[in-house]
């Protein structure tokens, strides 16, 4: 596999990804690795790239208000074409009570916005015959060999088919996520078994989730679950190494993402974004290392940094000269893992119009999504979110800390970015 000079995977320019740490100092980036210390914002005109900025501004005005009525403390847009930044503005502060303005390095909890890393550092161990897509989790993780699944009675029978890893990154392994449907029998039965307990390690929360029911069948039914914190575990036994080291060999540390991690240097607390109200439980002191490394949810990340990610995806698997996956793995990963009956027996899926693939929800139909046909994306429980579109040769990256107005924003963003657009 190439990846442009040097393979950022081996011999010297992997020792030096791993020195460049988190947020400290950096020096200068090695053949092979985009170098951090030069931004991924390449700014252009908007007109130039097809936008109509008084339609842009609509965006500006939205969130500004936003911000005077006190919803939120603040937040980061960016919105590009071609591998270029049309827009990029970010309004109010990191938090209340702050006087630090937002911008492209504020810091955010990424949430789910974790699972398209942890799933391309997957696809990474798969391009090199380590993890089987079509294998049984059960070869990665010997406890899920004997999985049962919730009966309407509150019985449980053995499961008749296996769980495979592509069910884990498609949502379709029959686990769930108890918040969902917290009051349901089965919810319940999660909580008591331990699904929220977060004092184990990635290995340790796999053999917890083993021993819970499943909601169906695995690879019958799409139900937004914890599958990507088992694919954390799967991809710790294939690679050999813990998740955050994985993640920050095979992705971060090349792309220059210095400020992407599961825990965030005490350093850094000024650059912390945090909400202007809602449940403080929800939102985790990123300075504190977790024992528990969510690929589900565990990431932080800055609206620069995530972009990289983004570009990548953008550049078919490769940005600035890095390779980080083949363009016919990322191709995979963009192929609808669910069908109608799946959807339809699940929970939370994305909407019409809209399929699901390897780590990212899919746009099947633009007649019912603004997004064109192939835009690939995913978002996070508090606001966050990105997407690319190839159709349309679109991205965006919007960075923001409100759980209660996470979906409102979506349906902003769509709006602002599409009625803006005004040649595709």
């Given at each position: 596999?190439?990846?442009?000079?040097?393979?950022?995977?081996?011999?010297?320019?992997?020792?030096?990804?791993?020195?460049?740490?988190?947020?400290?100092?950096?020096?200068?980036?090695?053949?092979?690795?985009?170098?951090?210390?030069?931004?991924?914002?390449?700014r252009?005109?908007?007109?130039?790239?097809?936008?109509?900025?008084?339609?842009?501004?609509?965006?500006?005005?939205?969130?500004?208000?936003?911000?005077?009525?006190?919803?939120?403390?603040?937040?980061?847009?960016?919105?590009?074409?071609?591998?270029?930044?049309?827009?990029?503005?970010?309004?109010?502060?990191?938090?209340?009570?702050?006087?630090?303005p937002?911008?492209?390095?504020?810091?955010?909890?990424?949430?789910?916005?974790?699972?398209?890393?942890?799933?391309?550092?997957?696809?990474?161990?798969?391009?090199?015959?380590?993890?089987?897509?079509?294998?049984?989790?059960?070869?990665?993780?010997?406890?899920?060999?004997?999985?049962?699944?919730?009966?309407?009675?509150?019985?449980?029978?053995?499961?008749?088919?296996?769980m495979?890893?592509?069910?884990?990154?498609?949502?379709?392994?029959?686990?769930?996520?108890?918040?969902?449907?917290?009051?349901?029998?089965?919810?319940?039965?999660?909580a008591?078994?331990?699904?929220?307990?977060?004092?184990?390690?990635?290995?340790?929360y796999?053999?917890?989730?083993?021993?819970?029911?499943?909601?169906?069948?695995?690879?019958?039914a799409?139900?937004?679950?914890?599958?990507?914190?088992?694919?954390?575990?799967?991809?710790?036994?294939?690679?050999?190494?813990?998740?955050?080291?994985?993640?920050?060999?095979?992705?971060?540390?090349?792309?220059?993402?210095?400020?992407?991690?599961?825990?965030?240097?005490?350093?850094?607390?000024?650059?912390?974004?945090?909400?202007?109200?809602?449940?403080?439980?929800?939102?985790?002191?990123?300075?504190?290392?977790?024992s528990?490394?969510?690929?589900?949810?565990?990431?932080?990340?800055?609206?620069?940094?995530?972009?990289?990610?983004v570009?990548?995806?953008?550049?078919?698997?490769?940005?600035?000269?890095?390779?980080?996956?083949?363009?016919?793995?990322?191709?995979?990963?963009?192929?609808?893992?669910?069908?109608?009956?799946?959807?339809?027996?699940?929970?939370?899926?994305?909407?019409?119009?809209?399929?699901?693939?390897?780590?990212?929800?899919?746009?099947?139909?633009?007649?019912?999504?603004?997004?064109?046909?192939?835009?690939?994306?995913?978002?996070?429980?508090?606001?966050?979110?990105?997407?690319?579109?190839?159709?349309?040769?679109?991205?965006?990256?919007?960075?923001?800390?409100?759980?209660?107005?996470?979906?409102?924003?979506?349906?902003?963003?769509?709006?602002w970015?599409?009625?803006?657009?005004?040649?595709?």
């Amino acid at each position: 596999m190439s990846f442009g000079i040097i393979n950022p995977r081996t011999g010297a320019v992997l020792a030096a990804v791993l020195a460049l740490g988190i947020g400290g100092q950096v020096a200068a980036a090695p053949k092979g690795v985009v170098d951090p210390k030069v931004s991924s914002i390449v700014r252009a005109d908007p007109t130039a790239l097809g936008f109509d900025p008084a339609k842009l501004a609509v965006a500006s005005a939205g969130l500004k208000a936003d911000v005077a009525a006190g919803k939120i403390a603040g937040a980061y847009l960016m919105i590009g074409r071609h591998g270029k930044v049309a827009y990029q503005e970010g309004f109010g502060v990191q938090g209340p009570g702050q006087s630090a303005p937002m911008t492209d390095e504020t810091i955010f909890r990424v949430f789910s916005m974790s699972k398209p890393i942890v799933s391309v550092t997957a696809m990474t161990l798969v391009e090199e015959g380590k993890l089987d897509l079509d294998a049984p989790v059960s070869k990665y993780l010997p406890e899920y060999a004997n999985l049962v699944v919730w009966q309407p009675d509150g019985t449980t029978k053995p499961a008749t088919r296996p769980m495979l890893v592509r069910n884990l990154m498609s949502h379709t392994s029959g686990l769930i996520y108890g918040f969902i449907q917290p009051t349901t029998p089965i919810s319940k039965a999660w909580a008591a078994g331990g699904e929220n307990n977060d004092q184990v390690t990635t290995r340790g929360y796999a053999r917890v989730i083993a021993k819970l029911p499943l909601r169906s069948e695995p690879g019958t039914a799409w139900y937004y679950s914890r599958s990507t914190d088992v694919l954390g575990a799967v991809v710790e036994a294939a690679g050999g190494k813990p998740l955050d080291v994985l993640v920050k060999e095979r992705v971060t540390g090349p792309l220059g993402m210095t400020d992407t991690g599961f825990s965030q240097p005490e350093a850094q607390r000024k650059r912390f974004a945090e909400p202007a109200k809602g449940d403080p439980s929800v939102y985790y002191d990123y300075a504190k290392k977790p024992s528990l490394l969510s690929g589900g949810g565990g990431i932080s990340s800055t609206a620069e940094d995530y972009l990289r990610f983004v570009l990548m995806l953008e550049g078919g698997g490769q940005y600035k000269g890095v390779r980080i996956l083949k363009t016919e793995t990322l191709m995979r990963m963009r192929q609808d893992e669910t069908t109608p009956q799946m959807r339809k027996a699940g929970l939370f899926f994305p909407g019409a119009g809209m399929g699901f693939g390897l780590g990212f929800s899919l746009v099947l139909d633009d007649t019912l999504q603004r997004p064109g046909n192939g835009t690939f994306s995913w978002w996070g429980i508090a606001g966050t979110e990105f997407w690319v579109d190839p159709k349309n040769d679109l991205f965006m990256v919007f960075m923001v800390q409100t759980r209660e107005l996470a979906m409102d924003y979506q349906r902003k963003n769509r709006t602002w970015i599409y009625d803006a657009l005004v040649k595709p």
